[in-house]
């Protein structure tokens, strides 16, 4: 080999590894500012990417939390009874340490899911209610033996605590003493003192024998503990009238806890053991293995171990993480679509950025290219320039992420926004000096090549179609995937993918209309507006368009959305309060007398009232065994709806028609439709008495602050006036629905109990600052303005990225005589027509994706609803009109006041 030779081959392999990466520093400096605007989006794609998952894992897990606090059912009770063979009546002077074993024995045999999220136990022996006379008439006793590690138990005022019993002879027949001590207003009801006998009769007739040991009062009565034996501190009044009984509770002693097995009979007796829920333990990730842990310790609930007769193991643990389960995976979707759409405009942003970076480039690319320069050179050397970028951005962004929500990066996300950043300039590039036909029959005819590229692009868009209907219909169908990933992350990008098939058919459309426009124009007197339609004719392609109708959609999308939540919301506070406050206490306190004190009250400006019996037995209906019987006056009840934006059931005046009807009569209800399908012959039990019903219409559905978080019954309409008629015995009132701008004011001056008011504001503030809904606007409210920037940014970089075939265009037009301001009027009047068109079509396909999303979305379940809520558009969002429009008028002129020396123009056409 000559020296030449060596030399040639030396050269050819610098060209081809170092061709394209001549001057690139140079470059990277000449040209700043489109890399600075790379480098700011990406950095705001990398914050969100990283701290946007976070943040939904964040508030994932404080909902569970909420949710869960806020359910009093969703411990763990363990019922278990004592053997019942037992045929030697021998005193067991250890149960109360066997309950503190069971406790512990409980507490270690849980699964690891349920052993990691209940609290230590506390533990009960308690009889079943037993009957006793007092000086204020008969009552309801219950014995209980109360314990928990810690329990702060009692000071005896007077007395002591309860001892052993010396015992009787139960083979004679004789009852077994028990010792109990009573609280101060117990003893007080009752006129016990320390050492009076008092005689409680057991449901099987048995008698049963308590002495009074001593009067205690409570170190702590605040204690939940106290609160499972009602009427163990203070008497409890239940019903009223003829039905009105008091519960009474008595305190056991470990010393005294063994008699009362002896003195009743062992099915009188049990064992419960509660674990309550430790909220601040659970986490979303954790719901699907507690609640499978909870189904099998309920199948199989001898896995505990305990010995004597099967436990009942009772909890709505698993119910509770199922409802909030799907409520937080619902929300998840919808924060995934809003957070994927914000993506992909950064990265459609991103592309038209290196778009322009390689247009600004082209001539430097084609000539490196021309002197040998492989397409790998060139490529490597984009791709070094866009890795020194995403390594400095996306490692800020990094940064900026984990100080605004602390946590692991989250790669899932991150990576494909980097990926696709550093790809995209160097394909571009490669894309731009190849240049060269692959084929012999495109070098003979030159149109081949151009014909064959527009059928690879024509084919592109319409697999593109394709793709942006398939996963619109699937998505409409299917609902939005729980778990984006995979294929299901396609239903994700959905709404995105609609916003990018509309903007290629926008793109189509404006080429069409700019060839009907230049000859239109053409035969106007005036050159300006022919010369804008050639201009904008020329300046081809569909990315710049495709990127703003992707970024208004986006927008007007997530608009819609935040509406929808807002309105939705308000209209969910009165289906879920029904009334601007309403009252629910229990049938011990009617509620006739506040009616009547709130009628006609400042700013009230309608009352009604009603009783609410849940689980009434009903028969002569098939496959329907209980029901919640609502008991309104119907009149009120009207006038009240008519108040608010409830509508009225149909057939309510027919309940009232009733009122005045003959005992015996069938009582006219409006009722769910297995009561009303024709074959049903219904009857109520009302009080003892078999009440036979007629349904007049359908009922409408119980608000969920009176129907609770359980599983809801069949509901029941009736007026109230008519089933005291009909059943007889007066109908109490328990729930009072007020309406009007100061309702809830005139309810707080009442005194009624606060724990039983429900006001629609309180309802609807919690609702906007419950952890689900809150962080769904949060997003909103922050992809709303990224985006807004983003279409901005798009009208820029487009202005930007045909720069220099206008700026030719520009200085011919002034060499050929026109002024600054005829060519100002030409360079808008090539802008305006493609933002104006994209940015309408973007909005339109926004509302219209919000519109056909919004079943797939299922937004009631963040907004409280009992059904479906109306999409509400925003009309202000045509303001995005005149706004982009100016920007692009603003970014157009700002071109033209850039001058060209004489020497430039004149070589424009030698070029």
Same mark, same amino acid.
């Given at each position: 080999m000559t020296p030449v030779e060596v030399s040639r081959g030396r050269r050819a392999r610098r060209i081809w590894t170092g061709g394209g990466l001549a001057g690139l520093g140079r470059r990277a400096a000449q040209d700043a500012w489109p890399l600075a605007v790379l480098a700011v989006v990406l950095l705001l794609a990398v914050v969100l990417a990283d701290a946007a998952p976070r943040e939904l894992r964040r508030v994932a897990d404080h909902a569970v939390q909420v949710a869960v606090a806020a359910e009093p059912s969703a411990g763990m009770t363990v019922t278990a009874p004592f053997d019942q063979h037992v045929v030697e009546a021998v005193r067991d002077p250890g149960t109360a340490d066997q309950l503190t074993e069971d406790a512990g024995h409980i507490r270690g045999a849980l699964p690891t899911p349920l052993a990691n999220v209940l609290g230590p136990p506390s533990a009960e022996i308690s009889t079943t209610e037993l009957t006793e006379a007092t000086p204020a008439g008969p009552a309801l006793l219950r014995l209980a033996y109360l314990w928990r590690d810690g329990f702060g138990g009692v000071d005896w005022v007077e007395g002591r605590a309860p001892g052993a019993s010396t015992g009787g002879d139960i083979a004679q027949g004789q009852p077994w003493p028990v010792e109990v001590g009573l609280s101060a207003p117990v003893a007080a009801l009752t006129g016990a003192h320390p050492g009076d006998r008092l005689t409680a009769s057991a449901p099987d007739g048995l008698s049963v024998q308590l002495t009074v040991s001593g009067v205690f009062q409570p170190r702590d009565p605040g204690d939940a503990l106290w609160t499972r034996i009602p009427g163990i501190l203070q008497p409890s009044v239940r019903g009223a009238g003829a039905g009105r009984t008091v519960a009474l509770g008595a305190l056991l002693s470990a010393h005294s806890v063994p008699d009362v097995r002896l003195a009743l009979d062992p099915q009188a007796v049990s064992r419960?053991?509660?674990?309550?829920?430790?909220?601040?333990?659970?986490?979303?990730?954790? *719901?699907?293995?507690?609640?499978?842990?909870?189904?099998?310790?309920?199948?199989?609930?001898?896995?505990?171990?305990?010995?004597?007769?099967?436990?009942?193991?009772?909890?709505?643990?698993?119910?509770?993480?199922?409802?909030?389960?799907?409520?937080?995976?619902?929300?998840?979707?919808?924060?995934?679509?809003?957070?994927?759409?914000?993506?992909?405009?950064s990265i459609g942003v991103l592309a038209l950025g290196s778009w322009l970076l390689v247009r600004r480039r082209a001539a430097v690319l084609r000539r490196q290219r021309a002197r040998g320069a492989s397409l790998g050179s060139t490529a490597l050397g984009l791709a070094l320039e866009q890795a020194a970028l995403c390594v400095l951005a996306g490692s800020t962004g990094l940064v900026v992420g984990r100080l605004l929500v602390p946590g692991p990066p989250s790669w899932a996300w991150v990576l494909p926004v980097l990926v696709l950043a550093l790809a995209a300039a160097p394909v571009l590039g490669v894309l731009t000096v190849r240049g060269r036909p692959s084929r012999r029959a495109e070098i003979e005819d030159p149109g081949l090549r151009e014909r064959s590229r527009r059928i690879r692009v024509l084919a592109a868009q319409t697999a593109l179609l394709v793709v942006a209907v398939a996963a619109l219909v699937t998505l409409r169908r299917r609902g939005l995937p729980v778990d984006p990933t995979g294929a299901d992350l396609l239903l994700v990008l959905g709404p995105a993918l609609g916003a990018v098939a509309a903007g290629v058919v926008g793109a189509r459309v404006l080429v069409a209309l700019h060839a009907v426009a230049v000859p239109v124009t053409a035969r106007l007197r005036r050159a300006g507006p022919m010369l804008a339609s050639a201009g904008g004719a020329a300046a081809g392609g569909a990315a710049p368009f495709v990127a703003l109708?992707?970024?208004?959609?986006?927008?007007?999308?997530?608009?819609?959305?935040?509406?929808?939540?807002?309105?939705?919301? /308000?209209? #969910?506070?009165?289906?879920?309060?029904?009334?601007?406050?309403?009252?629910?206490?229990?049938?011990?306190?009617?509620?006739?007398?506040?009616?009547?004190?709130?009628?006609?009250?400042?700013?009230?400006?309608?009352?009604?009232?009603?009783?609410?019996?849940?689980?009434?037995?009903?028969?002569?209906?098939?496959?329907?065994?209980?029901?919640?019987?609502?008991?309104?006056?119907?009149?009120?009840?009207?006038?009240?709806?008519?108040?608010?934006? %409830?509508?009225?059931?149909?057939?309510?005046?027919?309940?009232?028609?009733?009122?005045?009807?003959?005992?015996?009569?069938?009582?006219?209800?409006?009722?769910?439709?297995?009561?009303?399908?024709?074959?049903?012959? @219904?009857?109520?039990?009302?009080?003892?008495?078999?009440?036979?019903?007629?349904? /007049? !219409?359908?009922?409408?559905?119980?608000?969920?602050?009176?129907?609770?978080?359980?599983?809801?019954?069949?509901?029941?309409?009736?007026?109230?006036?008519?089933?005291?008629?009909?059943?007889?015995?007066?109908?109490?009132?328990?729930? &009072?629905?007020?309406?009007?701008?100061?309702?809830?004011?005139?309810?707080?001056?009442?005194?009624?109990?606060?724990?039983?008011?429900?006001?629609?504001?309180?309802? &609807?503030?919690?609702?906007?600052?419950? @952890?689900?809904?809150?962080?769904?606007? %949060?997003?909103?409210?922050?992809?709303?303005? /990224?985006?807004?920037?983003?279409?901005?940014?798009?009208?820029?970089?487009?202005?930007?990225?045909?720069?220099?075939?206008?700026?030719?265009?520009?200085?011919?037009?002034?060499?050929? !005589? *026109?002024?600054?301001?005829?060519?100002?009027?030409?360079?808008?009047?090539?802008? *305006? @027509?493609?933002?104006?068109?994209?940015?309408?079509?973007?909005?339109?396909?926004?509302?219209?994706?919000?519109?056909?999303?919004?079943? @797939?979305?299922?937004?009631?379940?963040?907004?409280?609803?009992?059904?479906?809520?109306? *999409?509400?558009?925003?009309?202000?969002? &045509?303001?995005?009109?005149?706004?982009?429009?100016?920007?692009?008028?603003?970014?157009?002129?700002?071109? /033209?006041?850039?001058?060209?020396?004489? !020497?430039?123009?004149?070589?424009? #056409?030698?070029?």
């Open positions: 419960v053991i509660e674990l309550p829920v430790r909220p601040q333990a659970l986490r979303f990730a954790d *719901l699907g293995a507690v609640a499978r842990a909870v189904s099998a310790l309920q199948a199989a609930p001898t896995d505990l171990g305990l010995a004597g007769p099967r436990p009942t193991v009772w909890t709505q643990l698993d119910q509770v993480a199922r409802r909030v389960q799907a409520r937080v995976l619902a929300a998840g979707a919808q924060a995934s679509v809003l957070l994927v759409g914000v993506l992909a405009a109708t992707l970024c208004t959609a986006l927008t007007a999308f997530g608009m819609v959305v935040g509406a929808t939540v807002t309105a939705g919301e /308000v209209e #969910g506070s009165w289906d879920s309060v029904g009334a601007d406050v309403l009252v629910h206490t229990d049938a011990d306190h009617p509620l006739d007398a506040l009616a009547a004190q709130l009628d006609g009250a400042a700013g009230v400006r309608a009352v009604a009232v009603g009783r609410l019996e849940q689980n009434v037995q009903v028969f002569g209906v098939a496959g329907t065994e209980w029901v919640d019987v609502l008991a309104v006056d119907s009149q009120a009840y009207s006038r009240l709806l008519a108040a608010t934006p %409830l509508p009225e059931p149909q057939a309510m005046a027919a309940l009232a028609d009733a009122t005045g009807g003959p005992t015996g009569r069938a009582l006219p209800v409006l009722a769910a439709a297995p009561l009303r399908d024709g074959h049903s012959n @219904p009857s109520l039990l009302w009080n003892g008495q078999t009440v036979p019903l007629r349904a /007049v !219409g359908p009922a409408p559905a119980l608000s969920s602050v009176l129907a609770g978080a359980g599983p809801r019954a069949s509901l029941v309409v009736v007026d109230r006036a008519a089933l005291s008629t009909v059943a007889g015995g007066q109908v109490d009132a328990d729930v &009072l629905w007020a309406v009007g701008p100061g309702a809830e004011a005139a309810v707080a001056r009442s005194g009624v109990d606060a724990a039983a008011v429900t006001g629609r504001g309180a309802w &609807l503030d919690e609702r906007r600052h419950e @952890p689900l809904t809150a962080g769904l606007l %949060l997003l909103l409210r922050v992809a709303v303005p /990224v985006l807004l920037g983003l279409a901005a940014l798009v009208v820029v970089l487009a202005t930007a990225t045909d720069a220099p075939r206008r700026d030719q265009t520009l200085a011919v037009l002034r060499v050929l !005589g *026109l002024d600054t301001r005829q060519v100002r009027r030409v360079a808008v009047g090539e802008a *305006l @027509p493609w933002t104006l068109l994209a940015t309408a079509a973007g909005l339109a396909t926004g509302t219209a994706l919000g519109a056909f999303c919004l079943g @797939p979305l299922d937004l009631r379940l963040v907004t409280g609803q009992s059904a479906a809520p109306v *999409l509400v558009a925003q009309a202000w969002v &045509l303001v995005l009109l005149p706004v982009l429009a100016g920007v692009a008028g603003v970014a157009s002129a700002v071109q /033209v006041g850039r001058r060209r020396a004489l !020497g430039q123009v004149m070589r424009i #056409g030698v070029a």
